[in-house]
C-alpha cells in the first residue's frame, strides 16, 4: 500500500485535533490493526514481541525502500535500459 500510495503513511502516522471525523477514522483503523496484531500472533504468523509502537517504525520507514522500480524512459542515454 505504501508503494502504491505515498500518503497512506503520513495519514497513519499524524493525529487530526479539530477534525472529529478523521479522528474517529484514525482511531477506528488503529484499533483493526491491534486486532490484527492479536489474531496473527495467536495464530502464530507474527512475533510476540511485535507491538503497535512496531508499525510507527515500519510506516515512518524510508518510503523508496518498499516503492517499485522506476519504469525506464524512452530517453537516448536510458536506450540501454531496453536491451
Known sequence: ????????ADVLT???PGVPE??????R???GFLELIGRAKSSGHLREDFTSRDLVLLLMAKPESSAPPPTPSRTPGAAWWHG
Open 14 to 16: 499524524m493525529s487530526f
Open 22 to 27: 478523521l479522528e474517529q477514522h484514525h482511531a
Open 1 to 8: 500500500m505504501q508503494a502504491a500510495d505515498r500518503g497512506f
Open 29 to 31: 483503523a488503529y484499533e
